[in-house]
């Protein structure tokens, strides 16, 4: 039997296993942390629940093409829940807008803001529906691997509506001019990790994803999706091995390749590699391996980093939702000082989740559990006083909101910043989200996915095709699967 290496348990790692070992090959997955799933791991303190990282369910469709190739539905697995409101935007003078599930109260809401926006966004959602169908249920699911893949009947055909070359700022800014509507609809890219006005407008397939699709939770939270990858990839017969980091990699011969562990050496078949990139080709390969320089890496533009906060509350929290986005603030400032000139945000825009509102299994009765997240530029300098000073400034406004005495009343605090990507996930300069989907940086522009000087050796993950997120990884795992699997069978 075939031998096949994962290095990395993040969902691109877990979704690449579960592939290659339904096609018969004995795959081990080897991560350098003590618990699987990577950024979506949760970890309990005090009686309460934490994710991690991500808290946006966006694009269930993904997750469920991923779920019925093995014959199964999310629902064998977790119950999944639509948020209504999907989630509320708090502008300065604590004005609210708050995104309902339902369409149609979405189009009145729109209305009342601006005259004409409903019928306006319908027209827009037209359109981003098109992009989704074409994006999401075609061209994310290339390798990236050759131009070739890009010209289909779809998209000769499409080609000015997928808008790849225009950029979404201008798109949404010929719809809306109100600027809340206009700041509701770019805040779904920044998930894409670039600025609306870097961000092509084929991304407006985020909106469709976003506002007509709607936002989920998953009951108990994302370790349960975490739990349910798992599971298959071990009834497939992966093995996982964890406290386990791979030191290097070599070429054994034209056809196998050699991992160095903490505590081992492992021949294999092939290798799908989900660790960040970065660290892949600069520490575990020799020069003459790697598909990239240091030179290449300075030249990217990266998603941001960010700075978080889990905080076990022991009282109720008023007028939160389970997703809270505090855009009280000059977004255009905070953004220039996460990729135009990088430092410590002068003013910060941040975001809320409060997922005890939905799930009572993550905070103890009548207690409140709060992630809370600042964007900032990779690699700035991170330290305690720092944390501690955002921390007050973030309470304070917290606190304000919600006319709630938060600070009195915390249980559990815990602080995550870049230091901790870093010595984590060997991020490079502490990135949260791998690169950023900027127009030079899309579809067959991203790092390769394949290794150009070892045979059957693959990348995978957030920092290569299709992009930053938890849809994109998981599809990024199979994509990688898929071509590896063509590769050892003999296809290509
Ligand atoms: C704070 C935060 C919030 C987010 N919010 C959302 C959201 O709401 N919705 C959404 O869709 N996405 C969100 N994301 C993005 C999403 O979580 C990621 O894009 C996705 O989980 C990345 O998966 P991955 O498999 O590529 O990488 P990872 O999850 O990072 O997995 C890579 C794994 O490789 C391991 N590793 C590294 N080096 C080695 C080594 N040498 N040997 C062995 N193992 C190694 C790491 O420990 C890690 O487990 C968020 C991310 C963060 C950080």
């Not at 093409?65 to 300065?92: A, H, N, T, W």
């Not at 976003?210 to 071990?234: C, E, H, N, R, W």
Request: net charge positive; charged share 20%.
């Amino acid at each position: 039997m075939k031998t096949v290496g994962i290095i990395g348990s993040g969902i691109s790692g877990l979704s690449a296993a579960a592939v290659i070992a339904s096609e018969g090959y004995k795959v081990t997955v080897f991560e350098k942390n003590q618990q699987l799933g990577g950024r979506m791991r949760q970890f309990e303190a005090e009686g309460f629940v934490f994710d991690m990282g991500p808290s946006w369910y966006w694009m269930p469709d993904v997750f469920e093409r991923f779920f019925s190739r093995f014959g199964y539905k999310s629902s064998d697995f977790y119950e999944l829940v639509k948020l209504d409101p999907g989630f509320q935007v708090i502008y300065d003078n604590e004005e609210v807008i708050k995104v309902p599930a339902d369409w149609d109260e979405l189009l009145e809401l729109f209305e009342k803001h601006e005259a004409g926006a409903a019928h306006k966004l319908k027209k827009f959602m037209i359109e981003a529906a098109y992009k989704y169908e074409v994006g999401v249920n075609n061209l994310i699911y290339k390798p990236g691997l050759s131009i070739k893949e890009l010209i289909n009947a779809d998209t000769i055909k499409g080609a000015f509506r997928l808008q790849i070359f225009s950029s979404f700022s201008k798109h949404v800014r010929t719809y809306f001019k109100n600027e809340k509507l206009i700041s509701l609809m770019e805040f779904p890219v920044l998930f894409l990790g670039a600025m609306p006005q870097n961000t092509p407008a084929l991304y407006s397939l985020m909106n469709y994803a976003g506002l007509k699709q709607g936002t989920f939770y998953p009951m108990g939270g994302f370790k349960k999706v975490v739990d349910a990858f798992i599971k298959i990839s071990k009834d497939k017969g992966t093995e996982f091995f964890t406290s386990e980091a791979i030191e290097s990699i070599h070429k054994n011969g034209a056809s196998q390749i050699q991992l160095t562990t903490t505590s081992r050496k492992v021949t294999l078949d092939g290798l799908i590699a989900t660790a960040d990139y970065n660290h892949i080709e600069s520490k575990l390969l020799q020069k003459e391996h790697r598909n990239y320089s240091e030179k290449y890496w300075k030249s990217k533009v990266f998603a941001p980093s960010c700075l978080l906060f889990y905080i076990g509350v022991k009282q109720k929290v008023n007028k939160l939702e389970h997703h809270n986005l505090f855009f009280d603030t000059d977004f255009s400032k905070h953004s220039h000082e996460i990729y135009t000139d990088p430092q410590w945000p002068s003013n910060p825009l941040f975001y809320v989740c409060c997922p005890s509102k939905t799930d009572k299994s993550v905070a103890p009765e009548g207690m409140e559990n709060l992630f809370v997240l600042m964007p900032i530029a990779p690699g700035l300098e991170d330290n305690g006083n720092i944390r501690h000073e955002f921390f007050t400034v973030i309470m304070r406004r917290l606190e304000k909101f919600t006319g709630t005495d938060i600070i009195n009343n915390i249980v559990y605090t815990k602080s995550y910043c870049v230091k901790d990507f870093i010595s984590d996930y060997n991020s490079y300069k502490g990135n949260a989200y791998g690169l950023a989907n900027t127009l030079n940086q899309t579809a067959n522009l991203k790092p390769k996915i394949k290794n150009r000087h070892i045979n059957n050796f693959y990348y995978a993950g957030q920092l290569t095709v299709p992009g930053p997120g938890v849809p994109p990884s998981i599809v990024s795992g199979q994509v990688a699967a898929n071509e590896l699997i063509k590769s050892l069978s003999g296809v290509k």
